[in-house]
């Protein structure tokens, strides 16, 4: 069955501390990873479209990179105005809907 | 260009009611997705809508039902509200249907209570 998994499912960071978010996906044919940011009580926010293994974007203090099983979402020397819930979905080539979400990870960044 | 709006924003209703959810996708956009989106589920799809058609549906019960007009806005309605479906509900829409590869543009929800 294809899914994705998101870890952790929450993190907390001090300002300037720099992690790293997973997704790790299991789909039988991969077209595409999506990165979107979740603030509080509004909709998801498009952030980056990955399409191959090896593959990174970049975006501020965001950058994105994709293996053949997984993803991460690499956050440099984060500020609290990142603090969001980040999302990954996936689109797969199998499956009558094509687009699979992992449940999130909730990043708090503290002042 | 104006982005995904949906309405109303929040909503309280009753165990046994029925609510009608509307979404307005971005100008030029044809597909309509709609999401119930719980803490301990994330997103879970509940159908896509592109030209008027249903073209996918997900795993809910028949109690959730929706349409797409002509001019691509779309609705989703929910008879026989249970306590369960207190959500998010989420609609995104993209200029092509979901068997391509896009970027879905997702509205600021629906905040559902079902007291």
């Known amino acids: 069955e294809d899914q994705v998994t998101q870890s952790p499912e929450a993190l907390r960071l001090q300002e300037g501390e720099s992690s790293s978010l997973n997704c790790s996906y299991t789909?039988?044919?991969?077209?595409?990873l999506f990165w979107y940011r979740q603030d509080p009580g509004k909709g998801p926010e498009f952030l980056f479209t990955?399409?191959?293994a090896g593959e990174e974007k970049e975006k501020e203090r965001l950058k994105a990179t994709l293996t053949k099983k997984e993803s991460f979402l690499h956050i440099t020397a984060p500020k609290p105005e990142d603090s969001a819930t980040y999302l990954c979905a996936v689109h797969r080539t199998s499956g009558t809907y094509k687009y699979i979400f992992g449940t999130g990870t909730r990043l708090k960044v503290l002042a | 260009k104006a982005g995904v709006t949906q309405t109303p924003r929040y909503l309280i209703k009753t165990r046994g009611q029925q609510v009608t959810l509307s979404c307005s996708p971005i100008s030029g956009h044809r597909s309509v997705s709609w999401y119930q989106q719980t803490p301990g589920q994330g997103l879970q799809f509940l159908f896509e809508y592109f030209s008027e058609t249903q073209r996918n549906k997900g795993n809910f019960p028949g109690r959730f039902s929706g349409r797409q007009f002509s001019n691509s806005r779309s609705e989703m309605n929910v008879s026989t509200l249970e306590l369960g479906d207190s959500a998010l509900y989420l609609c995104?829409?993209?200029?092509?249907?979901?068997?391509?590869?896009?970027?879905?543009?997702f509205g600021p929800g629906t905040r559902l209570t079902v007291l």
């Open positions: 995104a829409s993209s200029p092509l249907s979901s068997g391509n590869l896009n970027e879905q543009f």
């Open positions: 990955l399409y191959s």
């Open positions: 789909v039988s044919g991969l077209r595409g």
